[in-house]
């Protein structure tokens, strides 16, 4: 496999290759494609796009567009929850009969998608071509009512950070389903043991866990989150009311924002394939969201190669706790040149 066939760029190009004939064959739009991370799909139908997730400057949304269209795509999310909301609230742009084509990489869990599909909404699940590793899906539009904004997919749970359980809301595909994360925990351990500072960053805050044990520990301070995922970003808010919540792509989601400290336990992966750019971005532009004396924290697993990243953009790197498994990095002041 070439370097490009296992990145994530390589990935989306190759299962957008593997489609476009199928639906360039499959008749007229008004075509609606979502999470078509290559762009190349929705371009070449002409199509109205949808994802949840922002990429580059293109924001994401939690629905789609409501217009009708007379077909649509989806590019399948690996996540199970993921796929079954994108289905759902794509259904509520495709009239009765009409097909959506759910397509995808036998290792994103393409081979189980029309039968976890088939339902209320869609049916009539049929593999129309399979090629390269991939599989696309045709399923038909029932003619039940779709399901419209996001109360029907809240999730209700609790966390407990120390100070006993307390609710916990999340939506369908977020990272560790709503629960507290074994490495995110390590990193709250260790920061517990720091002083307070004015103003945080939770960099890719998911449902908000970072974002809460800060506020918690220093009700006085100022907290700021930011993911890609639109659904991440309303689950934060209703999490954390009085955090300032950011949707966007890496730090284009704040600006030219400053902050204490930023805190993350980042993304390294991009569907199912290892990824760091979100994490390599993250290290490289925070000093330039970083006030004087300014700290960065983050948790990665111990495979990493997250200290010479590091030690190439800051003057002191120390590891700050680890365990068999992650390690907690805190990095701060400029590198001397
Ligand atoms: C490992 S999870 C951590 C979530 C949360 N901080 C926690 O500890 O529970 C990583 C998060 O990164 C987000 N993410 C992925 N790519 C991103 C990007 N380009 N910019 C911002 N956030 C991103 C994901 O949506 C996910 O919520």
């Known amino acids: ?23 360039e064959a499959a008749g007229a739009g008004p075509w609606l494609v979502a999470e078509d ?37 989806l590019r399948a ?31 994103e869990g393409i081979k189980s998608a ?33 399901p419209q904004g996001l109360d029907p997919w809240w999730q209700a749970g609790a966390i407990d950070l120390g100070a006993g359980p ?62 890609a995922d639109a659904l991440a970003v309303a689950a934060t808010r209703r999490n954390v009311p009085d955090a300032q919540v950011a949707l966007g792509d890496g730090w284009r989601a704040v600006g030219d924002l400053r902050v204490d400290r930023v805190v993350s336990n980042p993304p390294i992966h991009a569907g199912k394939l290892e990824d760091f750019a979100v994490l390599r971005a993250l290290v490289h532009e925070a000093p330039a969201h970083l006030n004087p004396k300014g700290e960065l924290w983050l948790v990665v697993q111990r495979q990493v190669p997250v200290e010479s990243l590091l030690a190439q953009v800051f003057g002191r790197v120390d590891l700050a706790d680890e365990d068999t498994r992650f390690r907690v990095w805190r990095a701060d002041g400029p590198k001397e040149r």
């Open 37 to 73: 991370d290559s762009g190349r799909v929705a371009a070449a139908l002409k199509a109205a796009k949808w994802s949840r997730w922002s990429q580059g400057d293109d924001a994401g949304a939690v629905a789609p567009p409501a217009d009708p269209v007379a077909q649509a795509a």
């Open 114 to 146: 029309g039968k976890r599909l088939t339902g209320e909404l869609w049916a009539d699940a049929q593999t129309v071509a399979t090629r390269r590793h991939c599989r696309i899906w045709r399923l038909t539009r029932t003619a039940a009512a779709a």
């Open 77 to 107: 999310p690996p996540d199970a929850q993921a796929l079954t909301y994108a289905a759902a609230r794509l259904a509520a742009a495709v009239p009765a009969g009409a097909p959506l084509w759910v397509y995808g990489h036998n290792d």
């Open 166 to 227: 307390r609710p916990w809301w999340s939506l369908p595909g977020l990272f560790a389903k709503g629960k507290l994360d074994a490495a995110t925990a390590l990193l709250l351990a260790a920061l517990a043991k720091a002083p307070p500072v004015a103003t945080t960053l939770d960099f890719a805050c998911g449902t908000g866990v970072i974002a809460h044990a800060v506020r918690a520990a220093n009700p006085a301070g100022t907290v700021h989150a930011l993911d």
């Open 1 to 23: 496999m070439g370097r490009m066939a296992g990145s994530a760029q390589g990935r989306a190009e190759l299962v957008a290759e593997a489609v476009l004939p199928v639906v």
